[in-house]
C-alpha cells in the first residue's frame, strides 16, 4: 500500500513506517500551530518560542497518533492477527494488518482499541494540565497539552464515525457480520457508510473552494477521495474473499506448463518458445527438476547481438521461493504473496517437480467469471451456476 515508506524503528514488535507524504502534513502542522493556535493561546511571545512549542505539540501529536494505531496492533496480535508494519502518511495513520479478522467479536475490538487509547490519552493530558496548571500557573505548556487534550478527543470521536473504513464504521460492520453472519454483506453495508461520508466531505470542500477555504476546501476534498478508496477497496478485497474461498492454485494454474532447457539458446527461447507460444515467463527444466526461470527482464538485460551465443543455462534466474508455489497454497495467499513480493508469475513445484504455472492475469480472469456466474458457496469452494 505504502511502496514509498522507510521503516524508522520496531515498537512492540511492529515495524513504524513513515510515507514521504507524511512530510507535507508534518510541517503544515507545525506551521499552523506557530502561526495560528499558539499565538492566540499564549500571546506575547517570541516567534522562536511559538516554533518551538509548534516542534512540542506536532511531535506528541503525531505520537498520539501512533499510540492509537499501536492500540490497533496490540489488540490485533491479542487475537492471533499479525500486523504487518504501522505507517504514518499524509491523513494520518494506519495498522497495516496481514489479514482479516476471523470472528466478528475480534473485529469490534481491534477496532474499539484505537479511539479508547485516544480517550486515554485525551484524559492523560487534560490531567497534566490541570496539574501544571495548578502548580506554575497558565502558560505556555499547559497551551501545549490543552492542545493534546483537544485534539486526541477530536481524533477518537472522528474515528468512531459509522464510516467504513474509520473505526466506527469497523465497528459498525463487526456488528452487522455478528448479527448476519456474512462478512461481505455487512463489508458492502458498512461500506455505503463510508461512501456517504467521503461524499459529504468532498461537497463540503467544493463548497469551501467557492466561499475561498482554498487550503480547508482542498484538504476535505483529499480525505473524501481517500474515504471512497479505501471503502472501494475494502468491498473489491472482501468480494475476492468470498467468491475464491478455499480454493487452491492448482485449480488454476496453467499445466502442463511451456519450458526450456538450460542449454537452449536465448535466441532459440525467443523465437521458438516465448514468440511461438506467446509466453514471457518461461520455467527452466533439467531431467524433470526445475531449475529455474526466464523472463523477459532476464533478455533486456542481454545485448540482442550475444543471444544467439548466449545459452538459457547462462543467465537464468535460480529457483528461489520468491517465485516458487505449493499446489495447495490457497489462492488468497497467492494475492498475499503478489502485494509482497510484486511478482505476477509463478511456478508451482511440488518435491522439486514443476506441476504448472499461476499468473495474476489468471487469478484475475477466474475471479472475473465467477464474479459474472454471481452465485458460489465460499465455505466450499463450489461453483453452482
Known amino acids: 500500500m505504502f511502496a514509498n515508506a522507510r521503516t524508522i524503528v520496531t515498537l512492540f514488535g511492529f515495524n513504524i513506517r513513515i510515507d514521504p507524504s507524511w512530510i507535507l502534513i508534518a510541517a503544515l502542522i507545525t506551521w499552523s500551530l506557530a502561526t495560528y493556535s499558539f499565538p492566540a493561546a499564549v500571546p506575547g511571545l517570541s516567534q522562536w518560542t511559538y516554533a518551538g512549542l509548534a516542534v512540542v505539540g506536532a511531535g506528541l501529536f503525531f505520537a498520539s497518533l501512533l499510540g492509537h494505531e499501536l492500540a490497533h496492533g496490540l489488540a490485533a496480535k491479542r487475537f492471533g492477527v499479525q500486523t504487518r508494519s504501522i505507517t504514518l502518511f499524509l491523513f494520518g495513520g494506519v495498522a497495516e494488518l496481514a489479514r482479516e479478522p476471523s470472528k466478528a467479536l475480534h473485529e469490534f475490538w481491534i477496532a474499539l482499541a484505537g479511539p479508547v487509547m485516544s480517550l486515554v490519552l485525551a484524559a492523560f493530558f487534560a490531567l497534566l494540565a490541570a496539574l501544571v496548571g495548578a502548580t506554575v500557573g497558565e502558560g505556555a505548556m499547559v497551551a501545549v497539552l490543552h492542545y493534546l487534550a483537544l485534539v486526541n478527543v477530536v481524533l477518537a470521536v472522528f474515528n468512531l464515525l459509522p464510516a467504513f473504513p474509520l473505526d466506527g464504521g469497523r465497528i459498525l460492520r463487526a456488528w452487522l457480520w455478528w448479527r448476519g453472519g456474512d462478512m461481505l454483506s455487512a463489508t458492502e453495508t458498512a461500506a455505503n457508510t463510508g461512501r456517504i461520508l467521503a461524499y459529504g466531505l468532498m461537497g463540503l470542500g467544493l463548497l469551501g473552494l467557492f466561499q475561498g477555504m482554498i487550503v480547508g476546501g482542498f484538504w476535505q476534498i483529499l480525505i473524501g477521495l481517500f474515504i471512497l478508496g479505501a471503502a472501494n477497496t475494502s468491498v473489491e478485497s472482501q468480494r ?108 508451482v513445484v511440488e518435491r522439486g517437480h514443476l506441476m504448472g504455472v499461476v499468473s495474476l492475469s489468471d487469478l484475475t480472469r477466474q475471479l472475473g467469471l465467477l464474479t459474472r456466474i454471481g452465485r458460489n458457496t465460499p465455505n466450499t469452494g463450489e461453483v453452482h451456476p
Open 240 to 347: 475476492i474473499r468470498a467468491l475464491m474461498g478455499h480454493r487452491p492454485v492448482q485449480s488454476l494454474m496453467s499445466a502442463p506448463a511451456v519450458t526450456t532447457a538450460p542449454e537452449m539458446t536465448l535466441a532459440a527461447l525467443v523465437n521458438r518458445v516465448m514468440l511461438a507460444q506467446r509466453v514471457s515467463f518461461v520455467p527452466v527444466v533439467e531431467d524433470g527438476r526445475v531449475l529455474g526461470h526466464m523472463d523477459t527482464d532476464v533478455l533486456q538485460s542481454i545485448d540482442r547481438e550475444n543471444w544467439a551465443s548466449t545459452t538459457v543455462g547462462d543467465v537464468y534466474v535460480k529457483v528461489s521461493n520468491s517465485v516458487c508455489i505449493v499446489p495447495d497454497m490457497p489462492v488468497l495467499e497467492l494475492f498475499e504473496k503478489i502485494a509482497e513480493t510484486g511478482h505476477r508469475k509463478f511456478m
